[in-house]
């Protein structure tokens, strides 16, 4: 069955999570093959149209909007970012690696905290490295991020906004400063599967001598990271040298001796960050404003969809409830069930609007005929009972006039208990005819595999196996006086 709606007589389905994200997922496919500099400026300009399309697509009520603030200024945020050509660089890792003092030696100055307390950085930091200049990504501006150690005791916000950052980076740099415990060997691995390029930074080698430090560097290409990072991207370096004593000539001629700190060991680190955003830096934008993109839209749909059926069920519930209580009060038969049937159009059409689907009412009409028919015998017996039910509380009424009120309590009795029993039957009625209504809207106008009767039939049953009847009748009971 098709309805004619406002707008397009044969609406189509909304796309599902999977479906909407079907050409982030293309783009970013894509931006993965690419892998040179014209090659990766084409990805960074189809990343660019997906998010724009992907924003103007979300059709969210202004209620949503503000419910889902958050998310949309990630998604706007990574638009800027492709406009901007941003590249983040993080610098993960568990405490005392070195971490700050890696980004301070590539930034050329101390603008990172350093420090010998355990967990020195405890938020996320950031500058940017403006003396760097790919060459095959001219353009770009490279951040330089800090963040809180992954160990540190009692520090689980910390290493929660680590793991954080972690996801925002284009490119990681995992700083280690020897063996690989097993935290950092696990938590090498969840980056990987967030598809994250990934460079091992073994800092602190001016710790070791010459030969304990090949063997660690040996051990962490061929154990530790094996699997996990190319060998070529384990990169050896000491951001922060440990003093060494050095011998100084006084102008008296004698010696004395001054502990001096050693310049950096960085330039190895610095020249591999430059080579692999020369010649990947905007496929690994794309890449990975996409990754996000996709993440932050699949919970932006979640969250639509959970936030339209909570209305929806809310506004199911009113309605069932005041069709209940107009059927139960109203004594004339014609007015009982055609009140009832108005009560359901006036629902349906609500839900078409919670649904971004506008029904006409002739199309809201004919919804509720066929829904109605599809109850089977529950929906022909409901409607029998409801006419039966109807005459009997007109004679009720009628009698009670003709006895001059003296037959009122026992008529009131009766009116009462016929009246809850149909307003029951009525109120159930339409909250299963709301749910499927709700089935057909969400998948935009149609019944899919089931049908309809199939649909209308398993509401029904669930209604009576989670005991709706029960509590439509307790609340009934409240509102439906004699």
Request: aromatic share 4%.
């Amino acid at each position: 069955m098709t309805l004619t709606t406002d707008d397009d007589p044969n609406p189509s389905p909304p796309a599902t999570g999977a479906e909407a994200l079907g050409p982030l997922l293309h783009d970013l496919e894509r931006a993965a093959e690419a892998a040179d500099g014209e090659h990766g400026a084409d990805a960074v300009e189809r990343a660019r149209d997906s998010l724009k399309a992907t924003l103007d697509a979300l059709r969210l009520t202004p209620e949503e909007e503000r419910a889902m603030a958050p998310q949309l200024d990630r998604l706007r945020e990574l638009a800027r970012k492709l406009d901007e050509a941003t590249v983040e660089i993080i610098a993960f890792g568990m405490v005392s690696r070195g971490k700050s003092s890696v980004l301070n030696a590539l930034l050329g100055r101390d603008l990172f905290e350093v420090g010998a307390t355990h967990g020195t950085t405890v938020r996320r930091g950031a500058q940017e490295w403006v003396e760097a200049e790919p060459g095959g990504f001219p353009d770009a501006r490279l951040i330089l991020v800090d963040t809180p150690g992954i160990d540190e005791v009692g520090g689980e916000v910390r290493e929660a906004q680590a793991r954080d950052a972690a996801r925002r980076a284009d490119l990681i740099l995992f700083i280690v400063s020897g063996d690989m415990r097993r935290l950092e060997v696990d938590a090498l691995a969840e980056l990987r599967r967030h598809r994250k390029p990934i460079l091992v930074v073994f800092n602190q080698v001016d710790r070791y001598p010459d030969a304990d430090r090949d063997a660690i560097l040996a051990k962490l290409e061929d154990e530790r990271v094996k699997g996990l990072v190319r060998p070529e991207d384990v990169v050896l370096c000491a951001a922060r040298p440990d003093p060494t004593p050095v011998k100084v000539r006084t102008p008296d001629g004698s010696t004395r001796t001054e502990w001096e700190r050693p310049a950096p060991l960085i330039e190895p680190l610095r020249a591999r960050i430059l080579d692999v955003l020369g010649r990947e830096g905007k496929a690994l934008v794309a890449l990975n404003a996409l990754l996000a993109a996709g993440d932050l839209h699949a919970g932006i749909l979640e969250g639509k969809v959970r936030a339209r059926e909570e209305e929806a069920d809310r506004l199911v519930w009113r309605y069932s409830i005041a069709k209940g209580a107009a059927v139960a009060l109203n004594p004339v038969p014609v007015a009982d069930l055609a009140g009832g049937v108005a009560v359901d159009v006036a629902m349906i059409l609500a839900l078409s609007r919670v649904y971004g689907i506008p029904l006409t009412r002739p199309a809201a009409v004919r919804l509720v005929r066929d829904m109605t028919f599809a109850l089977g015998a529950t929906g022909l017996v409901h409607y029998a009972t409801r006419l039966i039910g109807s005459g009997v509380k007109a004679s009720l009424a009628g009698a009670t006039v003709m006895s001059g009120g003296l037959a009122a309590p026992l008529t009131a009795l009766g009116y009462g208990a016929i009246g809850l029993t149909q307003a029951v039957a009525g109120a159930t009625a339409s909250y299963v005819i709301g749910h499927a209504a709700g089935t057909y809207l969400r998948q935009g106008g149609q019944w899919g595999d089931k049908g309809l009767k199939t649909v209308v039939q398993e509401l029904l049953a669930q209604a009576k196996a989670d005991s709706i009847v029960d509590r439509l009748r307790d609340e009934l009971k409240s509102q439906v006086k004699p």
